[in-house]
């Protein structure tokens, strides 16, 4: 059991002249026995991050705190925490058995008995006992997979750290291995920080999502909290697949002025955004309601430049009639509505859904 706290968390690389600011001022609080997923674009600091929970990279300033403790200065084996690599980094001269068995061979006072104790009962858990007499190249990916899970395991650390632990594995085997870590986690409550670059991973894994871009926490909150309530533009549109829809604007009195059409906006809208006259308007393609022609304010008459089906959802690439741009809008639409391409139609944008991004 244990709860994490970062407290004002920065880290500086120096190379040759410059100062790269890999972690800037991170505060954020992981709470005992939760799933924190945290995700963000290659290069946020994400890696960084994780490294400096494990003591693998100094902390350049700040703290972070494990149930209260500085863990500045621990050295990684003092300090119980469990890291599982995106390259599974198992020992490729050892047996399945032996990989598992080896940390708690080096840290532990635990009998051989009772080490084989551990290891076989982590091994059934994560359905690779029959593997245990193996060596690492004679698993296929998702196998190595369990095993370096199971190394983790078999500790029983106060806290899991995992960097993008799925993403060598096909498709299908990450949809299951979803699931199977998420079950795991539940079953042990242990405090776990997952990191990724997948929105899907972020949505469906995590208590709640942290996301960070360019060093700097940008929203914690749950999944749901950080779809419907972005904290900013950033998250806006790193959250969501296909990705919200961004339309410059400028507020005139109450009508919002983009490119290609405006926008009249209820009076508690117009209330809402104050003297802000840089706006950026969002929508989700979910959002976004396609109907036969433009018939009330605010429609858009627009064509259907692109069509792409799958199967249960098609996504309409709306392009305004009379623009100049080749800027479209993506709707999503149900498979079962047959829209061609060519098609004139409406567009119409449900003030509701509408997100409202200052600009200025
Ligand atoms: P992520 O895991 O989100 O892709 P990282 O934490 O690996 O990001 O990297 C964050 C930033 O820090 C990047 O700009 C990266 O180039 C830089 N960085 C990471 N490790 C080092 C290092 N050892 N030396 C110099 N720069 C580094
Ligand atoms: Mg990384």
């Known amino acids: 059991m244990a709860q994490l706290t970062f407290d004002d968390v920065r880290k500086?690389?120096?190379?040759?002249?410059?100062?790269?600011?890999a972690v800037d001022d991170l505060n954020m609080e992981?709470?005992?026995?939760?799933?924190?997923?945290?995700?963000?674009?290659?290069?946020?600091?994400?890696?960084t991050t994780l490294r400096m929970v494990a003591g693998l990279e100094t902390i350049t300033e700040g703290q972070i705190e494990l149930d209260g403790r500085s863990i500045r200065g621990m050295s990684p084996q003092d300090r119980n925490i469990a890291m599982v690599f995106q390259s599974y980094a198992l020992y490729p001269h050892m047996t399945v058995f032996d990989n598992m068995a080896f940390g708690l061979r080096e840290s532990t006072d635990l009998s051989e008995d009772e080490i084989d104790d551990l290891v076989t009962e982590t091994s059934e858990m994560l359905d690779i006992k029959e593997l245990l007499n193996r060596k690492p190249s004679e698993l296929s990916g998702g196998q190595q997979q369990r095993v370096a899970l199971g190394r983790a395991i078999v500790r029983d650390p106060d806290a899991f750290l995992m960097d993008e632990p799925l993403s060598n594995l096909d498709a299908k085997l990450r949809a299951e291995m979803r699931t199977e870590l998420q079950r795991l986690q539940e079953e042990f409550e242990t405090t776990t920080i997952y990191v990724t670059h997948d929105q899907t991973e972020a949505m469906t894994m995590g208590d709640r999502i942290a996301i960070l871009d360019h060093g700097e926490l940008q929203q914690i909150g749950t999944p749901m909290e950080c779809y419907y309530e972005p904290a900013n533009e950033f998250v806006a549109g790193f959250i969501g697949e296909p990705s919200m829809?961004?339309?410059?604007?400028?507020s005139d009195g109450g009508v919002l002025r983009m490119e290609d059409f405006s926008y009249e906006l209820s009076q508690s809208t117009v209330e809402s955004i104050g003297s802000t006259t840089e706006i950026t308007l969002g929508v989700r393609p979910e959002d976004v309601e396609v109907v036969p022609?433009?018939?009330?304010?605010?429609?858009?008459?627009?064509?259907?430049?692109?069509?792409?089906?799958?199967?249960?959802?098609?996504?309409?690439?709306?392009?305004?009639?009379g623009s100049d741009t080749d800027d479209t809008i993506i709707a999503t639409v149900g498979g079962r509505k047959s829209v061609n391409e060519g098609e004139r139609v409406g567009m119409r944008l449900p003030e509701e859904h509408l997100y409202l991004f200052d600009r200025s």
Do not use: H, M, W
Not at 245 to 250: A, H, M, S, V, W
């Open 12 to 21: 500086t690389f120096q190379e040759g002249n410059n100062e790269i600011v």
């Open 30 to 47: 992981v709470r005992d026995g939760e799933f924190l997923v945290v995700v963000g674009p290659s290069g946020c600091g994400k890696t």
């Open 245 to 250: 829809n961004f339309l410059r604007g400028t």
């Open 293 to 321: 022609e433009a018939t009330q304010t605010n429609d858009v008459a627009v064509e259907v430049d692109v069509v792409e089906p799958f199967g249960k959802e098609n996504n309409l690439y709306l392009k305004p009639e």
